[in-house]
Nanobody, 119 residues
Framework: QVQLVESGGGLVQAGGSLRLSCAAS????????MGWFRQAPGKEREFVAS????????YYAVSVKGRFTISRDNAKNTVYLQMNSLKPEDTAVYYC????????????WGQGTQVTVSS
């Protein structure tokens, strides 16, 4: 089993920055992905960004590309999401997720951290 704990959320003004962290414990798989998702009130959960543990290949949703950067520290089993130029529409609960051994779906989820961007 993999346990994920997010941190770094908070309240920030539009145009500001936050860095989220996701610490993973238990068994992880270097060939698989860690991802960030978010869910705003009344909306479905949506993909934000992901990274492959071993090679570091990254993927971004169009809505955040150029503003957000995902990175990882493999030795610490930690993934980061640097969020710059934040907009009110970025307000959501942000969740960290990890793929299991099969590498097909995101099987493990954190509790989430609230990000609120004021106008």
């Amino acid at each position: 089993q993999v346990q994920l704990v997010e941190s770094g959320g908070g309240l920030v003004q539009a145009g500001g920055s936050l860095r989220l962290s996701c610490a993973a414990s238990g068994r992880t798989f270097s060939s698989n992905r860690m991802g960030w998702f978010r869910q705003a009130p009344g909306k479905e959960r949506e993909f934000v960004a992901s990274i492959v543990w071993s090679g570091g290949n990254t993927y971004y949703a169009v809505s955040v590309k150029g503003r957000f950067t995902i990175s990882r520290d493999n030795a610490k089993n930690t993934v980061y999401l640097q969020m710059n130029s934040l907009k009110p529409e970025d307000t959501a609960v942000y969740y960290c997720a990890a793929q299991g051994g099969r590498g097909l779906t995101y099987d493990y989820w954190g509790q989430g951290t609230q990000v609120t961007v004021s106008s």
